[in-house]
C-alpha cells in the first residue's frame, strides 16, 4: 500500500519570494515508511496536479494507493455505501462513499471531540470491504509517523538550509536515512542516529560496506 500525503518545511517560510513555506509532495510505502518519490508543490492546492506524474514511474500493478485531500485517543466507526458511475460526484471514477466518525480526545484528558471525514474509492464493493477500507485509511497516517521523526528527531523546521532546491534535497536524504534505518530493523530512529554517531564504522557496515 502506497500513501501520499504533503509537507511543509516551515522553516523555509522566511527565505521564499511569497513568504510561504517549501511544500513537498511524497508518496510513502506504508510497511516499510520508505519515500519511493518527492516533488515540490506551490502549497496544498497544487497536490492534486502533482499526483499522477508523481506516480507515474512506478509500477503500481495491484496496489492500494491512499491520499489525503499525535499523542490522541479516537474511537473511530465507518459507513460505506455504493455509488453509481455518472452519478455527478466531483470523482466521476468513486464507486464508494465512505463516512469515517472519529471521536478524538487528547491522552492527557479533556473533552472528547467528533470529527466527520469523507472519502471515495474507485475499488468495488467486491474488492475493497468495509473492514479492508478501514485498515487502508487507517495505514495511511503511518506516513505521519515519518513526518513526526523528520521533525522531532531530524528537527527538519529548524534547518538552516533554506534556499534553492537544498530544502527537497535535505528532506530526501533524510527520507533516505529514515528508510534505511527503518529496512535495517531499527524501530527508534533516534537511537539509531545516536548508535552510529558513536562509532562512524558502524555507518558502513549498516550499507554493507566493508
Same mark, same amino acid.
Not at 494507493?65 to 485531500?69: F, L, P, Q
Not at 533516534?190 to 545516536?194: E, G, L, Q, S
Given at each position: 500500500?502506497?500513501?501520499v500525503d504533503g509537507k511543509a518545511l516551515r522553516g523555509t517560510r522566511h527565505h521564499t519570494a511569497t513568504g510561504r513555506a517549501m511544500h513537498l509532495l511524497a508518496?510513502?510505502?506504508t510497511r516499510t515508511l520508505a519515500v519511493l518519490g518527492q516533488v515540490e508543490v506551490d502549497g496544498k492546492s497544487n497536490e492534486i496536479t502533482a499526483f499522477v506524474p508523481l506516480l507515474h514511474p512506478l509500477d503500481l500493478t495491484d496496489t492500494v494507493?491512499?491520499?489525503?485531500?499525535h499523542g490522541r485517543t479516537e474511537k473511530r466507526s465507518i459507513k460505506v455505501c455504493s455509488v453509481a458511475i455518472g452519478s455527478g460526484l466531483l470523482f466521476p471514477l468513486a464507486a464508494q462513499a465512505?463516512?469515517?466518525t472519529r471521536k478524538v480526545r487528547p491522552r492527557a484528558g479533556g473533552r472528547w471531540k467528533t470529527v466527520t471525514v469523507y %472519502?471515495?474509492?474507485s475499488l468495488a464493493p467486491h474488492q475493497a470491504r468495509p473492514a479492508d477500507l478501514a485498515a487502508w485509511i487507517r495505514a495511511h497516517w503511518q506516513i505521519e509517523a515519518l513526518h513526526h521523526i523528520r521533525d522531532v528527531t531530524y528537527r527538519e523546521d529548524a534547518s538552516q538550509v533554506r534556499t534553492g532546491s537544498g530544502p527537497a534535497v535535505m528532506a530526501a536524504l533524510r527520507?533516505?536515512?529514515i528508510g534505511i534505518l527503518k529496512f535495517c530493523g531499527w524501530t527508534n530512529i533516534?537511537? %539509531?542516529?545516536?548508535r552510529h554517531a558513536q562509532d562512524p564504522g558502524r555507518c558502513l557496515a549498516t550499507l554493507g560496506i566493508t
Open positions: 500500500m502506497l500513501a508518496v510513502t510505502d494507493i491512499t491520499v489525503d485531500g465512505i463516512c469515517i %472519502a471515495v474509492t527520507n533516505l536515512a533516534a537511537k %539509531a542516529n545516536r
